[in-house]
C-alpha cells in the first residue's frame, strides 16, 4: 500500500467524468488498497479516484468513526445511485481536494447503491446518514462534480480563491 498525493483544487481532472472500470484486474486491487491507505492517512473518510489522478468510476469509503469500533472499508467500482429518499439532509461537507474548507450541502439523506466489489460480484446496499452524504459526495466526484458546485456561485468563487492561493503557497515550500 503506497499513501499517494491528492490532487488539489482547482486541477482540470477533478471536473472530468471518469470511464467505467471495464474488470477487476490486480492493478484495481492495487489501486483500492493504495485509496484506503491514503483516505486514512489523510484522515478522511471517502476518496474517489480522480482525487489520485486515476479517471476511473472507483472510490473508497469508511465512515465508522467510533475509534472503538472496526473498519469498515467499502471499495466501490462503477457505483450507481439505484434511489434515493425525498428525504433531504444538510451536512456540512469537507473534501480532501479542499483542506480546511466545509460548506452546507443538502442531499437525499438516504440512497439505495449498486456497485461492483473487488470479488467481481454485484453489491447493493442502502446508505443513510453520513454513509449517504459520503456515498453521494464520492460519486460526483466520478462524474466530474465537486461539493463547492452545490453552493452559491459567490461563496464557490471565494473558496476556488482559497485554494488557488493555498497552492502557490505549498508550491512555494516545495521550492
Known sequence: MTIRDILLHPDPRLKRACDPVARITPDVETLAADMLATMYHAP??????????????????????????????????NPEIVSTSEALNTYDEGCLSFPDIYAEVTRPAEVRMRWTGLDGKLHERDFAG??????????????GKLFIDHIGPMKRQMITRKMVKLKRELDRERA
Open 130 to 143: 453520513l454513509w449517504a452524504t459520503c456515498a453521494q459526495h464520492e460519486l460526483d466526484h466520478l462524474n
Open 44 to 77: 478522511g473518510v471517502g476518496l474517489a479516484a480522480p482525487q489520485l489522478g486515476v479517471l476511473q468510476r472507483m472510490f473508497v469509503m469508511d465512515c465508522s468513526k467510533d475509534p472503538d469500533a472496526d473498519a469498515e472499508p467499502l471499495v466501490l467500482v
